[in-house]
């Protein structure tokens, strides 16, 4: 009788244990996931900043003035000092920061009003100075008079010089 032996507590020699007892109930402070569902991805409008490259990155501007970057939508703000746009810019270089004329074909030309967005549709590259691309009107015949230096992506500096008048 060892088997009953070993079986004691389960009645006079029974072969089949009883059923498991049912699981206690979970505790108060518990979470039990059932079903993961990934946050809804911030809203934004459509928009493309130029970059200095010459192509156009398409964003989301969320309402709250971020711009969103990628499927997951992130800020950019969230993705500093790891996030770097392509291409070169000339915020923070010493010609552009102390408003040094820069020479183009042999013309000089000088900082022109306030820093705008400009579409790459609209631009044609002309040149590059100490690796910053300049960019011009894409209608715009030669002679250039204004050529147009990206800052920070999507954002542009004009420069203009003056052209003798034709008669």
Not at 2 to 10: H, Q, S, T
Not at 12 to 41: G, H, M, Y
Not at 79 to 90: D, H, I, N, Q, S
């Amino acid at each position: 009788m060892i088997g009953c032996a070993l079986l004691a507590g389960f009645g006079p020699c029974s072969k089949t244990p009883p059923p498991a007892a049912p699981a206690p109930p979970p505790r108060v402070d518990t979470v039990v996931v059932t079903k993961q569902v990934p946050a809804p991805l911030p809203e934004g409008t459509p928009a493309a900043i130029c970059l200095s490259t010459g192509f156009s990155l398409p964003v989301l501007i969320a309402a709250s003035g971020d711009t969103l970057i990628g499927e997951g939508r992130v800020s950019i703000k969230q993705t500093r000092p790891g996030f770097v746009f392509e291409g070169g810019y000339a915020e923070g270089k010493p010609w552009f920061a102390s408003g040094q004329p820069i020479t183009f074909e042999k013309r000089s030309y000088k900082k022109d009003g306030e820093p705008k967005s400009l579409k790459c549709e609209d631009l044609k590259q002309v040149g590059d100075n100490s690796g910053v691309p300049m960019f011009a009107d894409l209608a715009a015949p030669p002679p250039l008079e204004t050529i147009f230096v990206p800052i920070q992506p999507g954002v542009y500096q004009a420069y203009n010089t003056t052209l003798p008048r034709r008669r």
